[in-house]
């Protein structure tokens, strides 16, 4: 009691002169309406700017959930889109029953794009669902092919990777080749063995051809550029100007192919 009396003596006018100010400054406000009013208004925008920062924060904390819900519902579509693709020729009531693939949406944790065989390392593994030789694409074309699978994280080869191979066709005429890194731009890869009689102009749509189980047809890649006759084996190289942004990735998609297992056995009966 005696420190405490002896704290109030010592500080107590600064108390008394804090305490008489707040009463001085309620009385303005409450009794003069010019007063009043900009008391209101300063309030207001005090606390309208410190909700809208508030607000601002919690928006960013929630961002990642955010992120990852889009991605969620980006892939229903593009799956229902491609499934659509897929089965163009079956009738309506029937396409439910022969959707062949599924995807699942990871986020991109690590990328690399100036190496001679880049990886692309995803936070999604065998507990989602991704296995060994899955497609991995987004909405601008395809990124790569599953190689590794851990229970939490996956790791793909790129298609920046000299060890890319991958069956693809002229849109315009159903003509397929095989898409091919050769290490130089992250921009752009080479469509070969094409037959020298087909007849290709700059911008000709190149497409995945289906024919294999880790990509679905007629996802776009990118355009033809410059078109050259390949002289070791006579048959053309066509320039493919990838629509892909490769070094600016974030949110991709691996693609299940359902019957995939299915597939391979049958191709391999006999061999």
Request: charged share 20%; hydrophobic share 40%.
């Amino acid at each position: 009691m005696h420190n405490l009396l002896l704290l109030f003596a010592r500080v107590g006018n600064l108390i008394l002169f804090v305490a008489l100010e707040i009463l001085c400054i309620y009385l303005i406000v409450n009794y003069n309406q010019t007063q009043k009013g900009i008391y209101i208004n300063s309030a207001n925008i005090i606390s309208g700017s410190f909700y809208n920062r508030l607000n601002s924060f919690t928006e960013y904390l929630q961002l990642g959930a955010k992120n990852d819900r889009l991605a969620e519902e980006n892939s229903k579509l593009l799956e229902s889109l491609i499934n659509l693709r897929s089965a163009k020729e079956i009738p309506a009531a029937q396409v439910d029953s022969t959707f062949k693939f599924k995807l699942i949406s990871a986020a991109v944790i690590n990328n690399s794009i100036w190496q001679k065989n880049n990886k692309i390392t995803l936070d999604k593994g065998s507990k989602n669902g991704i296995k060994k030789g899955m497609g991995v694409i987004n909405n601008e074309g395809i990124i790569g092919i599953i190689s590794d699978v851990s229970d939490n994280f996956a790791a793909a080869i790129s298609i920046l990777n000299l060890q890319t191979n991958i069956s693809v066709k002229l849109k315009k005429t159903l003509e397929i080749g095989e898409l091919k890194w050769d290490g130089k731009s992250s921009k752009k890869m080479i469509m070969t063995s094409v037959p020298p009689h087909v007849s290709i102009i700059e911008g000709d749509s190149i497409v995945t051809s289906g024919f294999s189980t880790i990509f679905p047809p007629d996802i776009y890649i990118g355009s033809a550029g410059k078109v050259e006759n390949d002289i070791r084996n006579g048959f053309l190289s066509i320039e493919v100007i990838l629509n892909n942004n490769l070094s600016s990735i974030d949110y991709v998609y691996v693609i299940e192919n359902i019957f995939a297992a299915e597939q391979l056995e049958i191709e391999s009966n006999g061999q």
